[in-house]
RNA sequence: CGUGGGGUAGAGCAGCCUGGUAGCUCGUUUGGCUCAUAACCCAACGGUCAGUGGUUCAAAUCCACUCCCCACAACCA
């Protein structure tokens, strides 16, 4: 038995959960979930990045404290993530008491890496951030979000020297050591490294009031980097904690926009506390919405606890597993979702349940419990994270059976009085059912239990239908 | 010349690395079955594989160029 850690990001709690944030939990919840069920331990971490301005401003508008602002803002992340049926073991946010403190520490031990310097450059309050001169040239000076001219501004920052870790970083990539999925993301960072910067960690204290101080300077607070990269040790307990049992991870999952900082700024601070790196970074591509980038602006937001409550988590998990690609950009639309419902999960999957339980059901028939063994080539295709190819597999099993049934035709056997071909079909197709059964188990881990429950000894087909149609 | 991905049947995709009858799912049409949620199974229809040129006996697949779409570019998932 292995002991294993799986990671998601967390999110920034300035609004509600989105299909995107979904598609992080499933993935991690689909890889634990097939750990556990090879033998393994698994923590399961999940969490809120609860720090910044925009958060303190938002509370600000809304005239509330802004602890009360981020606390509802991550029961409603909880809240998501209980519906979504992932089975998570560590909650952290980064405004625990336990987080701050202990990334404090962890700003001392990174100490001989971080050094204090100057910025000058255009700034936009709006958004908080510095411009690049390019940017300022192609806006001609106005942040086009905020409708605000950019100011110069100066101001004095913590800086960490990625460039101390540039050469041990490409190696642990190159090397597999640390493996970025899918690989043209990988070269995508390599090239990205090289041209890195050091990362400005701090802010002064007059721009950022709602973080971490930065120990040993009234003047500075922590921004983004340290604060909430290090969500990942400090939910173990580390510095105080031994982690050696859980670090490194097996798989950290992120999306493909925060990927660049999680595969160069946090292997750097990870380096530089001297620990391992993680061994894969799974990093998954965006849901779209009609063929679009969802955007406010454009109106085509899809919200997730829309979908939840039209067919219910099991329904949820399938599509955004098996139709959104575990690596790339994928679309949603109603229409593919209600598709797949009816198509699949109803008529594939549910009425296969059904017919194979009403056969076994009428002709008195015992199912005789064996033991299931996993196919090679779906143990590869999870190994390799290549999760909605392994979902393909399973339900290619899934059609498969339905197939056998044809070809048995089980009902003639019944009528001929061939009784003993006919207990030898309903077995085969049974166990059949059952081996693409336990596959879907980290997938729909409701509906595996369901069936597993109705083929035991005593079959009874179920009096509601797993998936009831909704015409 | 910022970086990366992509352009293959009505839709969504695989195949391309390791050239050799163009495949899968959904949709459409026809047939079969009757155990089942009018579900299931067989079959058919449907593509000049973005374009141009090159290499080759042979190119969706390799090379060059062109056109078009998308994402990322210090946290709007």
Not at 417 to 432: D, F, P, Q, V, Y
Request: charged letters at 30%; hydrophobic letters at 35%; proline letters at 5%.
């Amino acid at each position: 038995m292995e002991k294993i850690y799986i990671t998601t990001a967390i999110p920034y709690v300035n609004g509600a959960p989105h299909v995107g944030h979904a598609m992080d939990y499933l993935l991690a919840d689909v890889c634990s979930r097939y750990q556990k069920m090879l033998g393994n331990e698994v923590r399961f971490q999940a969490g809120t990045d609860e720090h910044g301005n925009k958060i303190f401003q938002k509370a600000k508008e809304l005239n509330i404290p802004t602890k009360e602002y981020v606390d509802q803002n991550a029961n409603k992340f909880k809240d998501f993530i209980k519906k979504l049926n992932v089975e998570y073991t560590d909650f952290v946010r980064t405004t625990d008491e336990a987080h701050e403190k202990r990334v404090q520490e962890i700003w001392e031990k990174l100490k001989d890496h971080i050094y204090l310097s100057k910025y000058e450059g255009w700034y936009c309050s709006g958004c908080e951030r510095f411009i690049t001169e390019k940017e300022y040239e192609e806006n001609h000076g106005v942040c086009p979000d905020h409708q605000k001219p950019y100011e110069r501004l100066e101001e004095e920052n913590y800086y960490l020297k990625i460039s101390d870790f540039k050469a041990d970083i490409r190696d642990a990539i190159v090397s597999g050591k640390m493996l970025i999925l899918p690989d043209f993301r990988e070269k995508e960072i390599l090239k990205l490294l090289d041209e890195s910067p050091d990362v400005s960690i701090s802010r002064p204290r007059a721009q950022l009031t709602w973080g971490v101080p930065v120990p040993g300077d009234d003047n500075q607070v922590m921004y983004v980097w340290v604060d909430a990269l290090c969500n990942y040790l400090t939910v173990l307990g580390y510095p105080e904690q031994d982690i050696a049992d859980f670090w490194p991870a097996l798989a950290q999952f992120v999306g493909k926009d925060i990927l660049r900082f999680h595969a160069i700024i946090w292997p750097a601070i990870l380096l530089a506390l001297g620990l391992e790196l993680p061994k894969t970074l799974v990093s998954h591509g965006m849901v779209l919405s009609n063929g679009q980038k969802m955007s406010k602006s454009i109106g085509n937001v899809v919200d997730p606890l829309e979908v939840l409550e039209k067919h219910g988590t099991e329904a949820f998990r399938y599509f955004f597993l098996r139709h959104i690609d575990t690596f790339s950009d994928s679309d949603f639309t109603w229409e593919k979702y209600e598709n797949a419902y009816n198509n699949e999960l109803a008529n594939d999957l549910g009425n296969l349940v059904q017919r194979l339980a009403t056969l076994a059901y009428k002709n008195n028939f015992v199912y005789e419990k064996a033991e299931i063994s996993l196919p090679d080539e779906y143990r590869d295709l999870m190994k390799e994270f290549k999760f909605n190819l392994a979902f393909d597999f399973v339900w290619g099993k899934v059609q498969d059976v339905n197939k056998q049934i044809d070809d048995d035709a089980p009902w003639s056997l019944a009528k001929n009085g061939e009784t003993k071909k006919l207990n030898e079909a309903l077995n085969s197709e049974i166990s059949n059912l059952l081996i693409a059964n336990k596959m879907l188990e980290p997938f729909l881990p409701e509906t595996s239990a369901k069936i597993a429950q109705i083929f035991t000894n005593q079959i009874d087909p179920p009096k509601e239908p797993l998936f009831p149609k909704t015409k």
